[in-house]
């Protein structure tokens, strides 16, 4: 329980919408970098 | 599995601190030249490696071992990966500090290439860190974004970051181009204090920072494990990262000698 959340939140009900969009975003964005590194490499060596 | 981590509590989470230990034993020998370029190149191969398991392994262990938060329901497994990205942006600035100072000390361009790379590895995980926070924000707060000290500080770094990497693609001497951004790379990390110390100096709507005690050991082995997944990812996209700018730095210097002299082309 993280209860330093607790003083001004009410409960949150549902919100898996967020949840898969921001960890959708979070491989995306490892996908995206990690390619764009690769391929910059790539092309520089 | 749950039952047995918890059962040995801090002993457990003490021994989750080792990998970090390791971690960063091995990135100063990536970096450093006390090891061969073959043993260098199996220490970042087995740090990809240890990322892309313990990434694998990290949706099932936020998404589905660990437990629902009492107030906020699913929506805090966001934390997961906000938190872990946003230290590893803090980490990037920290790197590119030093690794700034250390250019305007000893004048190596070694270092002005761990200083870029470190900037533009930082800036990305940043990116995506405030990102993912405004998705945790809309729910839990009722909007996406707020001029919160800690937000805005957030926002202060990620434009200062973009603004550095931009100033070094229009400098085109490499003397000029190193002095200049270390010089920036110092200035631009005041903001990083500023930052992480916002939610306990002004105390607006971000909480302030949580610890093992106020936090239910599940989730932060989760968070920990977490940490650690990002903190592999981070030092192999740090390293690859340097070894490019190391790359165009040789190009270079190789190019006047490489284009026929201006006489000759006219």
Redesign the interface.
Known sequence: ????????????????E??Y???G??LA??VG??SW??S??KK?? | MRHWLLSYGSDTRLMLWVPWVLLALAFALILSHLIDQKARAWAWKGLLAMAVVMLGVLPYLALVWSPPEKYQGDVYRIFYAHVPQIWMAMLGATLNFGASLAFLLKRSFKTDSIAEASAEVGLYFGTVGVVLGSIWAKPTWGTWWTWDPRLTSAAVMLIVYAGYLTMRRFVEDPEKRATWSSVMGIIAYVDIPVMFLAVRWWRSIHQVQSNPSTVDSTMSMVLLWSTTAFLCLFVVLVYQRYLLAEDVKKREVALPDALPPKELAT
């Open positions: 329980m993280i209860t330093l959340a607790a003083d001004y939140m009410g409960h949150v009900s549902g919100g898996w967020y949840v969009a921001a960890w975003i979070t964005g490892i970098y990690g590194l690769y910059r490499r520089e060596s």
